[in-house]
Nanobody, 123 residues
Framework: VQLQASGGGSVQAGGSLRLSCAFS????????LGWFRQAPGKKREFVAT????????TYRDSVKGRFTISRDNAKNTLYLQMNNLGPEDTAVYYC?????????????????WGKGTQVTVSS
């Protein structure tokens, strides 16, 4: 399985970005998926996760109401729509996949990782 995140960039506070993650090498709809992020000097942290069918989602509290995770099983692509961004959202964002139907909110719960995409939010 291979994952490739894209869509990062630099925005001002209050702006929006949409991250994408292209999935290949496996049966996309058989995996739960997630987004994690790592800010400079900090540990990687969970952002959002979505079930294999897209019917269930979970978010970290600080992004609830601002971020939306979604997936297109026909396009083998995961998305993260990020609105009302703030400097605290600055980080490298990673997409990850977990075999099976249950979601995970921890690093060790994910089986495959993509390379990250940088998001920088200026105040």
């Amino acid at each position: 399985v291979q994952l490739q995140a894209s869509g990062g960039g630099s925005v001002q506070a209050g702006g929006s970005l949409r991250l994408s993650c292209a999935f290949s090498g496996g049966a996309f709809s058989s995996y739960a998926l997630g987004w994690f992020r790592q800010a400079p000097g900090k540990k990687r942290e969970f952002v959002a996760t979505i079930s294999w069918g897209g019917g269930s989602t979970t978010y970290r509290d600080s992004v609830k109401g601002r971020f939306t995770i979604s997936r297109d099983n026909a396009k083998n692509t995961l998305y993260l729509q990020m609105n009302n961004l703030g400097p605290e959202d600055t980080a490298v964002y990673y997409c990850a996949a977990r075999r099976g139907t249950t979601m995970a909110t921890t690093d060790y719960g994910m089986d495959y990782w993509g390379k990250g995409t940088q998001v920088t939010v200026s105040s």
